[in-house]
């Protein structure tokens, strides 16, 4: 459990806030390059971190992020003109290029000088890997771009998805770090069981991760690696590792041999956030992989059209059926992903006040978490930066999971399963 104090420095992200201090020391998604798909193209409305922004796209091709109201009177430049390297306001003709420059002024005889003095204000902005990527802090502390595995790779090779959650972006990260709940959640029923704790698929894997040999978290610069390892069978072990990279991105799961999968959500406000959802690998994605991908639902459930909201979401109950749920389904509610949804859009409400927790060992890498991210926003309030956003190169690894002998030691199990994480995976895998 945390303190209210401490709850309130892990989930506000506003502009003033010691962890919106902390996300403005990273790059982070603004939103979908197609969102803005072309040169010239309409503004679309951005909120992040609480700040209210629109997207654009100049004449170049060039994104820009900027001030959702214009420095004169405040009027919404997402009614702006977009044209000729800038937006132009419409209520009284203010121009501003994508570096948030005034470039005309042209209601006013004192506008030609007077436009050198006035800005709206801009965030910088990149295009990588299907994502406009921004950087909202101070320019003195302006890091390198971001150099993720899979922004190396081309479309072929990565998969991603945006939705919209209803809730903190920190809750909606502590699933990743739950190594518990998807024998409950994420589980199907076996009927001839007459033990409960048998009634889940899966019992077997359950009783190997309540019987753990061990879990270790390891701060690193980009931010956690968190390594297990369990028996798994006769003479082998599971070792696994998954990351927490700061400020708010995961690499959880692995959907397949060499397909990777990473999460990353970024606060909309203190109480909704877009969660982007990507897939990846080293080799080009299957016919079938793409499909199911595109169009199966159950990896990427469909949306509304037009907008980043699942079909089955918080106002139609997620279309729980309670006759799946008795017969087949532990929750009743279809994809993976959305059985998550209906649980952590609402933990005592979109924003868990968790200081009425009840923490068990089960919940101990959601703690840990908690403590890199508290820990980092708290130094930097005194001063200390963050050395992730500096060592890029640091974020290239992934998860990785394999069966090992049990004959190794659990030293030998760490650095092997550890070697996994850069790179293809060279060994045996067993998801
Ligand atoms: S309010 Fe935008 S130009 Fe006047
Ligand atoms: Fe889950």
């Keep these: 459990m945390l303190t209210r104090e401490e709850n309130d420095l892990l989930t506000q992200t506003g502009p003033g806030t010691p962890m919106g201090d902390l996300f403005r020391r990273h790059w982070i998604p603004a939103c979908l390059s197609e969102e803005i798909p072309s040169a010239d193209c309409p503004p679309v409305r951005v909120t992040l971190l609480s700040e209210k922004l629109i997207a654009f796209r100049d004449s170049n091709g ?8 214009c420095p004169h009177r405040g009027a ?8 000729e390297c800038g937006i132009r306001c419409v209520y009284h003709g203010w121009k501003f290029d994508v570096s948030g420059k005034c470039v005309d002024l042209p209601n006013s005889p004192e506008g030609e000088t007077y436009k050198d003095k006035v800005a709206v204000k801009a965030y910088p902005s990149f295009d990588g890997g299907g994502i406009v990527w921004t950087y909202m802090g101070p320019a003195d502390k302006l890091p390198p771009r971001p150099t993720f595995e899979w922004l190396d790779f081309g479309e072929d090779r990565r998969y991603l998805r945006k939705y919209l959650l209803r809730c903190n972006y920190f809750q909606a990260i502590e699933g990743d770090y739950d190594p518990s709940h998807g024998f409950f959640l994420h589980s199907t029923l076996d ?33 956690q690696a968190h390594i297990s390892i369990a028996q798994f069978g006769e003479g082998a072990n599971v070792a696994q590792v998954s990351q927490f990279f700061m400020p708010s991105f995961t690499g959880s799961g692995i959907s397949g041999p060499n397909v990777y999968a990473s999460n990353m959500r970024v606060p909309i406000d203190d109480e909704s956030c877009f969660h982007y959802r990507l897939r990846w690998s080293y080799e080009p994605f299957s016919k079938e992989q793409v499909w199911e991908d595109k169009y199966g639902g159950y990896t990427y459930p469909e949306q509304i059209p037009g907008t980043f909201l699942a079909k089955e979401n918080k106002d139609n109950d997620y279309l729980v059926d309670r006759i799946a749920q008795k017969n087949y389904s532990f929750t009743g509610i279809k994809a993976f992903p959305i059985q998550d949804l209906a649980l952590v859009e609402d933990q005592w409400g979109a924003r868990a006040d968790r200081s009425l927790e009840k923490l068990v060992t089960a919940d101990q890498n959601i703690i840990a978490v908690r403590r890199r991210l508290i820990t980092a926003a708290r130094a930097l309030m005194e001063g200390e930066e963050p050395s992730g956003p500096w060592n890029p190169d640091a974020y290239r690894v992934h998860t990785a999971r394999m069966t090992l002998p049990d004959t190794l030691s659990i030293e030998e199990s760490v650095e092997a399963i550890k070697a996994q994480t850069r790179g293809p995976v060279t060994l045996s895998t067993s998801t």
């Design 191 to 223: 009927n001839n069981a007459s033990n409960p704790g048998n009634r889940v698929r899966g019992g077997n894997r359950l009783n190997s991760f309540l019987n753990r040999k061990h879990n270790q978290v390891e701060d690193t610069p980009y931010g």
């Design 62 to 69: 060039n994104p820009g992020l900027v001030d959702a109201y």
């Design 76 to 83: 919404p430049l997402f009614f702006g003109r977009n044209e």
